[in-house]
């Protein structure tokens, strides 16, 4: 098994605070209510406690005038990261 082409993704909830809240002068509480959420879940997501749901990534395209595919992609290799190092991690102790 090949280890993944991108050598550390970045976290989800990292791209949304740094990319998105931070530039645009949004914070997590305006967010949620942009989305229809608790303010909760914005925090879980930027704190990398939460991962993003197709709901989710429905909902954070259309206030960012984004694709839900854009933030699914980013969970997805979050994931795969995520597992691959623990898999290695089993590997080195076996």
């Excluded at 991108?6 to 990292?14: D, L, R, V, W, Y």
């Excluded at 645009?24 to 704190?47: D, F, H, M, W």
């Excluded at 909902?59 to 994931?79: C, G, K, S």
């Excluded at 597992?83 to 076996?94: G, I």
Aim: one cysteine or more; hydrophobic letters at 40%.
């Amino acid at each position: 098994m090949k280890k993944p082409r991108n050598p550390h993704p970045t976290m989800p909830g990292e791209m949304l605070s740094e990319e998105f809240l931070i530039p645009l002068g949004l914070t997590q509480t305006a967010l949620a209510e942009k989305l229809g959420c608790a303010p909760r879940s914005v925090n879980e997501i930027c704190n990398g406690k939460r991962a993003i749901s197709p709901l989710m990534a429905m909902r954070l395209a259309e206030v960012f005038d984004n694709t839900p595919e854009f933030w699914m992609n980013l969970q997805t290799a979050w994931d795969l990261w995520k597992e691959w190092e623990k898999h290695a991690r089993k590997k080195r102790t076996a």
